[in-house]
C-alpha cells in the first residue's frame, strides 16, 4: 500500500512549474513574475500575439534559456540547478515539435527520424528502423516517404515528419511551438485532428504555443494567454487569462476576447509598443 501512496504522490505532482519566471534579454523584459503549474497529462495551449513570450517559456522549459528571476522546475527539479548532464538527460524527456519542423536537409526522411535514437540510445538499426516506420505511421505518412529529402516533401508533411522524431524518444511531454504556421485552414485543422489522434495513443503532458484559436480551442484542456510586457499597465499580470477552452470568449479582459476575434492590438493599455517577433521573443 505504501508503494501505491508513492505513485499516487508521484502522479499529483505538476510535471512542469514555472515559479515567479521573469526572463530579460538587455533592456527587454519577455517574461515577468509568470506563476504557472502544467499537472500531467494535460494539454495546454499558450496564446498570444507576437512578442509576447510564448517560444520563450517553451525554450525556459527545456533549459535553453535562463530565467533572470525565479525558477523554472521540471518533475521537481530546478532545470538552473542541473549539471549539463543532468540536463541531457531530463532533455531527453521532451519532445519538441519546431515551428518550421527543423530537419535536416541533407538526410532523408528516415534519418530524420531516426537521429535522436542514434544520438541518446544503443538500439540497433534494425530496432530503429521499427521506430522509424512506427513513428510515421503514427503520424500518417507512408514508408515510401522515408528515403525522401525534406525539401520533396510539403509543409504539412514536414510537419508530421517532425512529430514523427519527437515522439522517436518516447517523451513524457510534447513541446509544439506554432505547429500550424505557414498553414493553409483546412491543412491547420488537419495538424489540430494530428494533435489529438497522437493525445489518444500517447496520454502524455502537451504544451502547445500557438496564435491560431481554432487550433487552441481544439486541442487543449486549457489555455493560458500571455501579453507583451511592454504593453502591461503598471503591476498587471501578464497572464490575462487562464482557464477553460470554452470559456475564454466571456473572459473579463477586453483584450483576451481582441485576440480571440482577431483584433489584437485594439485598445492596448500601456506604452502602446507592439513586441517584435524577430528577436526570438514570441
Request: charged share 25%; glycine share 10%; hydrophobic share 40%.
Amino acid at each position: 500500500m505504501a508503494r501505491e501512496s508513492g505513485n499516487e504522490d508521484i502522479q499529483d505532482k505538476p510535471l512542469v512549474e514555472a515559479r515567479g519566471l521573469g526572463v530579460s534579454f538587455g533592456a527587454q523584459t519577455v517574461l515577468r513574475d509568470i506563476d504557472l503549474v502544467v499537472p500531467r497529462g494535460q494539454t495546454l495551449a499558450i496564446i498570444g500575439e507576437s512578442g509576447c513570450g510564448k517560444t520563450v517559456f517553451l525554450k525556459t522549459m527545456i533549459g535553453l534559456v535562463a530565467p533572470t528571476s525565479g525558477e523554472m522546475l521540471f518533475d521537481g527539479k530546478n532545470l538552473q540547478q542541473l549539471s549539463e548532464k543532468e540536463l541531457t538527460r531530463q532533455r531527453i524527456r521532451f519532445g519538441f515539435v519546431f515551428q518550421n519542423a527543423a530537419l535536416f536537409d541533407s538526410l532523408s526522411i528516415e534519418q530524420n527520424v531516426a537521429f535522436p535514437l542514434r544520438q541518446h540510445t544503443e538500439m540497433t538499426d534494425d530496432e530503429i528502423r521499427e521506430v522509424v516506420l512506427a513513428r510515421l505511421s503514427e503520424v500518417g505518412l507512408a514508408p515510401d516517404v522515408m528515403p525522401k529529402k525534406p525539401a520533396e516533401l510539403s509543409g504539412g508533411m514536414r510537419k508530421r515528419v517532425g512529430l514523427a522524431r519527437a515522439l522517436a524518444m518516447n517523451p513524457d511531454i510534447l513541446l509544439y511551438d506554432e505547429p500550424t504556421t505557414g498553414l493553409d485552414p483546412i491543412m491547420s485543422d488537419v495538424i489540430g485532428e494530428l494533435i489529438l489522434e497522437t493525445r489518444k495513443k500517447h496520454p502524455i503532458t502537451s504544451v502547445v504555443v500557438t496564435h491560431d484559436m481554432r487550433v487552441a480551442q481544439k486541442v487543449a484542456d486549457r489555455i493560458v494567454m500571455l501579453y507583451p510586457v511592454a504593453r502591461l499597465a503598471g503591476d498587471e499580470p501578464q497572464i490575462l487569462y487562464d482557464g477553460e477552452p470554452g470559456r475564454i470568449e466571456s473572459a473579463r479582459d477586453e483584450r483576451v476576447g481582441q485576440f480571440v476575434r482577431g483584433e489584437a492590438g485594439v485598445g492596448d493599455q500601456g506604452s502602446g509598443v507592439r513586441g517584435r517577433g524577430s528577436n526570438g521573443t514570441n
